[in-house]
């Protein structure tokens, strides 16, 4: 029913070639994931985002708790057919919203009591309650339920933020029962390699079928993640799937795989193309910049995707400045189909041995965020 093997490695780097197989479906790796961050995409259908390439999405156990509810997932055929998506899914568990996002009223060993930010309930989560909430929603990857400190963060509140993760880790072990479904672990640790390091080891111990590497893209510097994934990747186990949660900048993403990651997962595509902000491979596009106003050509010249193949810069730039719901939907889908070009020419690279060449062909490597 799953599986993971290592297809290609690149000569000089930590890079790999994956194959991923789930019940769902076949994933190659490296992959990067959209967010469904309520069961849907925002903005696109389910055939926009198949037809742009997406193997694979990601939806929160955080969010589909509050509403519909899991078991209302459940009731409606689970998670798969709520979507109108036959491929893939991943479940984050819902640790990093609740650390980042909500007014926390209690938070122990025991788990998080927070409150609701659509009604104000008071709402707990602990590790047994978010593997039953995510065996209900019935995706293919699930996450095991970890508290995500910030950064900056004094040394002694991240030491027992990754103490506790490793104690709610087992838990998670023990509580998951499906068997068509992959449970991975998260690491933590912050910007301190041994806690990193420490975590992912307890972490290899336990035994799970895939490692994510979590509390990053939180405020730290482009040095300082590629520092901290350099140090603690190739130190997960090698015939597992790895994953940086969160990340979604294509320099980010290649400094990643460069060290070992194959999964990725960033809300960036649709939250970026519903503000007038299209990634292509020679760079950023502001959209509503005057520059564009009288363009004629696509978003990007080349790219495949519905919008490139039929409108002009020009044209989706008026629909932003008209407040045009199109705008966004064209803006969104073209993002979208970036993210899976720029992960399928990867892995074409470092299957040819060339991945050395990438930044050749996609100068917007070197862009930061906006």
């Known amino acids: 029913m799953f599986s993971f093997q290592v297809e290609a490695t690149d000569a000089h780097s930590e890079a ?12 190659e790796t490296p992959v990067f994931m959209p967010v ?26 955080y969010h589909l708790r509050l509403r519909p509810g899991a078991e209302v997932v459940a009731k409606l055929g689970g998670l798969h057919r709520l979507m109108c998506w036959n ?48 065996q209900k929603l019935g995706a293919d990857v699930v996450m095991a339920f970890d508290q995500c400190p910030p950064i900056p963060c004094p040394r002694q509140e991240v030491e027992a933020a ?31 390699q041994d806690l990193r390091l420490h975590c992912a080891e307890r972490l290899a111990e336990i035994g799970f079928d895939g490692y994510a590497i979590g509390g990053l893209s939180v405020g730290e510097t482009h040095s300082e993640m590629v520092d901290i994934l350099a140090a603690v990747t190739p130190r997960l ?25 194959d999964m990725f997962d960033c809300v960036l595509p649709t939250r970026n193309g519903r503000n007038a902000y299209a990634f292509t491979a020679a760079g950023h596009l502001r959209l509503r910049n005057a520059c564009h106003a009288l363009c004629d050509e696509p978003l ?17 730039r008026h629909l932003f400045l008209a407040n045009e719901m199109l705008g966004p939907i064209l803006a969104s889908i073209h993002n979208l189909r970036f993210f899976q ?15 050395g060449t990438i930044r050749d062909e996609f100068p917007v490597c070197a862009a930061r965020e906006p």
């Open 162 to 192: 990754v103490e506790r993760t490793l104690r709610w880790a087992l838990r998670c072990r023990e509580a998951h029962r499906r068997e068509d479904q992959w449970l991975f672990g998260i690491v933590q640790g912050g910007l301190h």
């Open 341 to 355: 070009r720029f992960t399928g020419r990867i892995r074409d690279l470092i299957r040819e041995g060339k991945m």
């Open 300 to 316: 990007e010249p080349g790219c495949d995707c519905y919008a490139c193949r039929h409108f002009s810069r020009g044209y989706i």
């Open 87 to 134: 491929r893939p899914i991943l479940t984050d568990s819902g640790g990093f919203q609740v650390f980042s996002l909500a007014e926390l009223n209690e938070i122990g060993d025991d788990g998080v009591v927070f409150k609701s930010h659509v009604d104000g309930s008071l709402v707990r989560l602990n590790p047994e309650i978010a593997i039953d909430i995510q």
């Open 237 to 261: 186990p090698a015939d597992r799937p790895r994953y940086l949660m969160g990340v979604g900048m294509p320099r980010d993403i290649l400094e990643a795989v460069a060290t070992g990651v």
């Open 16 to 27: 790999r070639l994956g194959r991923m197989v789930t019940p769902h479906g076949v994933v």
């Open 36 to 61: 469904g961050t309520a069961g849907t995409i925002k903005g696109v259908t389910p055939r926009d985002v198949e037809e742009a390439g997406v193997q694979m999405l990601l939806a929160n156990t």
